[in-house]
């Protein structure tokens, strides 16, 4: 880690493991650089809450049903936009709904590392867009009750909308 901020170095040591848990298909090293070059652009250009939600993904700390059952031992819950996987991160990239979101707004998400924004291809062109429908995401993943008919994706792209022109 370069120690040009030592404070964020700081807080993605703290965060490394967890980081480094996510399988994304390049050197941990790679994976650790292109999460500080991304989250410097990021300042000014989004509010706070858009660059927590995504620190917050990053870090996997989101409250998806796989992370509680993983620390509390409960069921398994399915996902709250398709109805139709586990409510886990390593299932968004696979969700029909998650996808023609992001297919909606001309962004790929076919992959974790493409979800996450951190392949070659998501910095810098459509990069804000990306961190901004995550946290989209995380605001709505937050708030859904528990329904079992699946999300309509045009509930997301509406949401969306008024955060990308925030
Ligand atoms: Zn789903």
Not at 42 to 66: D, M
Not at 127 to 137: D, E, I, P, W, Y
């Amino acid at each position: 880690m370069r120690a040009k901020n030592p404070g964020r170095a700081k807080i993605f040591n703290r965060f490394r493991n967890r980081i480094l848990r996510w399988e994304l298909g390049i050197q941990p090293r790679h994976a650790i650089d292109r999460i500080e070059r991304r989250f410097t652009f990021l300042k000014k250009k989004v509010l706070p809450k858009v660059i927590i939600a995504y620190f917050k993904l990053l870090t996997n700390s989101w409250h998806t049903g796989s992370r509680f059952r993983f620390l509390h031992g409960t069921k398994t819950t399915v996902c709250p936009f398709c109805k139709n996987g586990p409510d886990a991160i390593e299932h968004m990239p696979k969700c029909d709904i998650v996808r023609q979101l992001f297919q909606r707004f001309g962004c790929s998400c076919s992959c974790l590392i493409q979800f996450f924004a951190l392949d070659q291809f998501s910095f810098p062109h459509k990069f804000v867009t990306k961190v901004k429908l995550l946290s989209v995401l995380f605001s709505v993943h937050n708030s859904i009750n528990s329904t079992t008919t699946p999300m309509h994706v045009n509930h997301l792209i509406n949401a969306a909308v008024s955060v990308i022109l925030q």
